[in-house]
């Protein structure tokens, strides 16, 4: 026993230097002479108080995994603690494997010591790019949930939590505790959490480095735990036989678990390490006390580089570790050192768990099998979250075996209508159960919680060490976890670009009772700003769905559950809607941008685009569409459903725009109106990069709430139909497509719809039956072509004519055509790559070449039939070219299609010359 304390008693010591080193040297690394100024970082950065906690467990762990052969990971909580963990990834060999220079040589020292914390080398706190974490170093409270998570259906890991005195005090931790009640150990591994009390945060003690050892007893006992301390004198003995004690109380638990006996209340070891803080440095400096004091907690004696007294201090305390008899310039570490670690198949910082490697994708059932009929559109009643319900089922069902997939809500499952994996699964309870208890097991596979932190932690250690998992809570509360979220994607920026991490399953969140039906639970139920957060963010890999119906929440279902290394949330409510799409089309339409343009509510060359982006959001919007076109069927009204939003990215230069192809949905230069789930603000940021992002007009959540009735919360906020229909009018006369004195009819109108509305439920308390029973009623009422237009006005109103493929021969068509317009007095502006005037005017190689300035009313194309979609395409992006005149023949269908798209009004098989004699003829 003695020769097994020193040898790891030498490993500590070796760890303890070389943390010191990273967080002070620049040079002289093995101080093979006296330090200098020089010798020191320019910008000393990093926590000391911390690490010889992080260090001594490490040694010891280290002896335990090689011992017993045992399958173990570190889950860090002070992430602060980054040069002991490195140090001690350094040791073991696990750097090296990752980051060739730290080889574990001189030149290996020299590179971990003076690359940490300097630009372009190693954090200062823990972060992706370090082998063997699941969790970012910066905010703390989430290792016990994540090293739980990371257990479940892993039943051969030992996950060493080492949770520091102030983490503690956080709200995750607190609750994280009662975890242990949730995990059965015949079919999951083991979390042995490490308290350590060393007495100080940054600058004021910890709580409980203030409770007597019988208080702390007491709360862990009562937590559930069997608690052991470890504390001086004899730290070290003490440790190795507590550790041997905790690890077989962890097997026998397991195995009495696995004999298939009945259950059982088990009481799993957890240990309380009391040190001071910052252990083993300078005692003192100038008579004030510096070990065990807040002065140990970051950088000790920060003005060491001009201060000789400070100076001296720190080479004794470097020297006080007796590294020379450690290390060996020439033959490296000393045996006694490198006795400690464990063979490479069991170094803690490699273990597979960490890295993705026990990821498999999961079986996922056919969709169309649990598709529904769609009869005519908007007239039966569908629910999102129940068909979601049912596909989570059949997932269960289909991956028994392997074991891989979770479910997490916080008490919610059945108020979330996702009850029905009930039918194949229960939710994971190990205490005692009563008999009015309903659908619990010890080993269910839904895990609740009322505690969405914890729950977020759970989910994270599941998917971090290759598992699937679904995340389910009210919208409001998803803020609850929302800074977790925004660390988990910290996280993953650098996971999915570091080589040697592995794919992993994404991230998926489910946000139901969502603000706009949150009408009886009030104002404090009533927040999208989980979504705001997410979406300002800037990757791409985050992504946010909106399924309108069952068939939609399919879609998204599938392509979420399937998709990799992403962030992915879906929003949707829990009460009947109407079901608008297909399977197939939601599918495309998820293909295809995740937008769609619907032909149920579609005007060729619209007067406006209308956008609908939710479930409610899109009801609200079909129904303005259906009161303005009964009203008024001349104004043409294209409307548009987002199903899929992304956040921004620039990656490699290349920017991701939030909303692919904008254009082609909103057209160019049409007036839109956006329907959205949250918050108006976050619409119009993404809009600012469409084209003539003035045009847009955004809906959405105004932070009026109430306890009132469900379509008072639309109208409230302006998202409802009367509302949406009152500005499509305005917008109509405003582009004088309808009569001064019409609009002011159907403004009066539908205001005097929203007033009646308000004093029916002031007096009866609930939505009338025309709006709680409103249905869409089928195909739109027939519009203006863009047949129909007639030529001559186009021509009447235009000035200046862009001729693509303009030719410098007289007896060219192209070249009669204008030259004759030229006479009449229109302005010919030709596009041509391969001449440089005709006609007196210079020729230009494309569209897009001719300054802006310059106003064009009509592009008249002279090209082959293949080429015009290419010509349309640089229309479009010039922008404000309203007219496309093709000359007969070089007409195409995806021609057509892609005018209709944008919104281009074309005119076809029609010659311009014999338009303008028609003119002539008429005048």
């Given at each position: 026993m003695n020769k097994i304390l020193h040898n790891i008693n030498a490993y500590i010591r070796a760890a303890n230097y070389l943390t010191v080193a990273q967080i002070y040297l620049q040079d002289n690394f093995l101080l093979e002479r006296p330090l200098k100024t020089e010798d020191i970082k320019p910008k000393l950065s990093g926590h000391w108080g911390t690490c010889p906690g992080i260090n001594f467990v490490y040694g010891h762990a280290n002896y335990l995994v090689k011992k017993h052969k045992q399958s173990a990971i570190l889950v860090l909580g002070p992430g602060h603690g980054m040069p002991g963990l490195q140090a001690n990834l350094f040791l073991e060999g696990t750097l090296e494997k990752y980051y060739q220079k730290a080889e574990r040589n001189a030149e290996g020292i020299e590179y971990i010591s003076k690359m940490f914390t300097w630009p372009y080398g190693f954090s200062s706190h823990c972060s992706p790019e370090t082998p063997g974490l699941m969790l970012?170093?910066?905010?703390?409270?989430?290792?016990?949930?994540?090293?739980?998570?990371?257990?479940?259906?892993?039943?051969?890991?030992?996950?060493?939590?080492?949770?520091?005195?102030?983490?503690?005090?956080?709200?995750?931790?607190?609750?994280?505790?009662?975890?242990?009640?949730?995990?059965?150990?015949?079919?999951?591994?083991?979390?042995?959490?490490?308290?350590?009390?060393?007495?100080?945060?940054?600058?004021?003690?910890?709580?409980?480095?203030?409770?007597?050892?019988?208080?702390?007893?007491?709360?862990?006992?009562?937590?559930?735990?069997?608690?052991?301390?470890?504390?001086?004198?004899?730290?070290?003995?003490?440790?190795?036989?507590?550790?041997?004690?905790?690890?077989?109380?962890?097997k026998r638990i397991q195995r009495e678990a696995r004999k298939a006996n009945a259950p059982f209340k088990p009481r799993f070891p957890m240990i309380i390490l009391q040190t001071p803080k910052g252990w083993t440095t300078v005692k003192e400096l100038r008579g004030q006390q510096i070990e065990g004091t807040i002065l140990a907690h970051q950088v000790v004696m920060p003005t060491v580089r001009g201060d000789e007294q400070e100076l001296q201090a720190l080479e004794e305390w470097m020297r006080s570790y007796h590294f020379e008899e450690l290390f060996d310039k020439e033959k490296g570490f000393a045996k006694e050192v490198l006795s400690v670690t464990p063979d490479?198949?069991?170094?803690?910082?490699?273990?597979?768990?960490?890295?993705?490697?026990?990821?498999?994708?999961?079986?996922?059932?056919?969709?169309?099998?649990?598709?529904?009929?769609?009869?005519?559109?908007?007239?039966?009643?569908?629910?999102?979250?129940?068909?979601?319900?049912?596909?989570?089922?059949?997932?269960?069902?289909?991956?028994?075996?392997?074991?891989?997939?979770?479910?997490?809500?916080?008490?919610?499952?059945?108020?979330?209508?996702?009850?029905?994996?009930?039918?194949?699964?229960?939710?994971?309870?190990?205490?005692?159960?009563?008999?009015?208890?309903?659908?619990?097991?010890?080993?269910?596979?839904?895990?609740?919680?009322?505690?969405?932190?914890?729950?977020?932690?759970?989910?994270?250690?599941?998917?971090?060490?290759?598992?699937?998992?679904?995340?389910?809570?009210?919208?409001?509360?998803?803020?609850?976890?929302?800074?977790?979220?925004?660390?988990?994607?910290?996280?993953?920026?650098?996971?999915?670009?570091?080589?040697w991490r592995l794919d992993i399953p994404s991230m998926n969140y489910v946000l139901t009772s969502t603000v706009w039906r949150q009408e009886r639970n009030g104002y404090s139920h009533q927040n999208p700003s989980f979504i705001s957060g997410l979406l300002e963010k800037h990757n791409d890999f985050i992504k946010v769905y909106f399924p309108v119906d069952d068939n939609s929440m399919l879609a998204v279902a599938e392509e979420t559950l399937s998709s990799k290394n992403q962030m992915n949330v879906i929003v949707a409510g829990k009460t009947p809607e109407p079901r608008w799409l297909t399977l197939s089309e939601a599918k495309t339409q998820l293909q295809e941008d995740g937008i769609g343009i619907w032909d149920l509510a579609n005007d060729k060359d619209p007067h406006l685009v209308l956008v609908g982006i939710g479930d409610y959001m899109t009801k609200e919007a079909l129904a303005a569409f259906a009161l303005v076109k009964k009203d008024e069927p001349s104004i043409r009204i294209r409307f548009v459903n987002i199903m899929r939003l992304q956040a921004a990215c620039s990656c490699e230069?290349?920017?991701?725009?939030?909303?692919?192809?904008?254009?082609?949905?909103?057209?160019?230069?049409?007036?839109?109106?956006?329907?959205?789930?949250?918050?108006?603000?976050?619409?119009?940021?993404?809009?600012?990069?469409?084209?003539?992002?003035?045009?847009?007009?955004?809906h959405g959540y105004q932070e009026k709430?109430?306890?009132?009735?469900?379509?008072?919360?639309?109208?409230?906020?302006?998202?409802?139909?009367?509302?949406?229909?009152?500005?499509?009018?305005?917008?109509?006369?405003?582009?004088?497509?309808?009569?001064?004195?019409?609009?002011?009819?159907?403004?009066?109108?539908?205001?005097?719809?929203?007033?009646?509305?308000?004093?029916?439920?002031?007096?009866?308390?609930?939505?009338?039956?025309?709006?709680?029973?409103?249905?869409?009623?089928?195909?739109?009422?027939?519009?203006?072509?863009?047949?129909?237009?007639?030529?001559?006005?186009?021509?009447?109103?235009?000035?200046?004519?862009?001729?693509?493929?303009?030719?410098?021969?007289?007896?060219?068509?192209?070249?009669?055509?204008?030259?004759?317009?030229?006479?009449?007095?229109?302005?010919?502006?030709?596009?041509?790559?391969?001449?440089?005037?005709?006609?007196?005017?210079k020729s230009y190689p494309s569209l897009s070449a001719i300054p802006k300035t310059v106003h064009i009313d009509i592009v008249d194309i002279f090209r082959k039939p293949e080429a015009v979609v290419e010509c349309m395409k640089d229309i479009v992006d010039r922008g404000n070219i309203k007219t496309i005149w093709l000359a007969e023949g070089v007409n195409t269908p995806e021609a057509e299609r892609f005018a209709q798209d944008y919104g281009l009004t074309m005119v076809t098989n029609f010659c311009i010359m014999d338009a303008y004699k028609k003119i002539e003829v008429e005048v």
């Open positions: 970012e170093g910066g905010e703390l409270g989430y290792s016990l949930a994540s090293a739980y998570g990371a257990v479940l259906d892993n039943p051969d890991l030992l996950a060493i939590c080492l949770i520091g005195d102030g983490e503690a005090e956080t709200g995750a931790i607190a609750t994280a505790w009662h975890i242990n009640k949730l995990i059965d150990p015949a079919t999951n591994g083991a979390v042995l959490p490490i308290l350590h009390v060393n007495g100080y945060k940054i600058s004021g003690p910890a709580i409980f480095g203030r409770m007597s050892n019988r208080e702390l007893k007491e709360l862990f006992s009562g937590y559930g735990y069997e608690p052991f301390f470890v504390a001086a004198p004899n730290i070290h003995e003490k440790m190795l036989k507590v550790l041997e004690t905790c690890h077989g109380r962890i490479e198949k069991l170094r803690m910082g490699d273990n597979p768990s960490m890295f993705g490697k026990h990821y498999k994708a999961l079986v996922l059932p056919k969709a169309e099998k649990l598709a529904k009929e769609i009869g005519m559109r908007g007239e039966i009643q569908s629910n999102a979250l129940r068909m979601l319900g049912s596909y989570l089922k059949e997932i269960f069902v289909l991956n028994k075996k392997q074991r891989n997939f979770r479910l997490l809500s916080p008490d919610e499952t059945y108020s979330n209508r996702l009850d029905e994996v009930f039918q194949v699964t229960s939710r994971a309870f190990v205490w005692p159960h009563l008999s009015s208890d309903k659908d619990m097991a010890a080993d269910g596979r839904v895990m609740e919680m009322l505690s969405e932190l914890n729950l977020h932690g759970l989910a994270q250690g599941y998917i971090l060490s290759g598992r699937h998992a679904v995340l389910a809570t009210y919208e409001a509360f998803a803020q609850i976890f929302s800074s977790m979220a925004h660390m988990y994607q910290k996280f993953l920026k650098y996971a999915r670009i570091v080589p230069n290349t920017f991701h725009p939030q909303i692919p192809n904008a254009e082609k949905y909103f057209t160019v230069d049409k007036p839109v109106i956006v329907n959205f789930h949250g918050y108006p603000e976050v619409m119009k940021a993404m809009l600012l990069g469409v084209k003539n992002p003035q045009r847009f007009s955004v709430g109430a306890t009132t009735t469900p379509f008072d919360m639309l109208v409230r906020n302006e998202t409802d139909r009367y509302h949406l229909a009152i500005e499509i009018v305005e917008i109509a006369a405003r582009e004088g497509v309808l009569a001064e004195d019409k609009k002011t009819m159907m403004v009066a109108t539908y205001q005097k719809a929203l007033g009646e509305h308000t004093e029916y439920i002031k007096r009866f308390g609930e939505d009338p039956a025309e709006i709680e029973e409103w249905q869409w009623e089928g195909v739109a009422p027939v519009t203006i072509e863009v047949a129909d237009i007639k030529h001559e006005d186009i021509l009447k109103n235009a000035k200046t004519i862009a001729v693509v493929g303009l030719s410098d021969k007289p007896e060219r068509h192209s070249h009669r055509v204008a030259k004759y317009f030229q006479e009449k007095g229109y302005r010919i502006i030709p596009v041509n790559p391969n001449i440089q005037e005709v006609l007196g005017e």
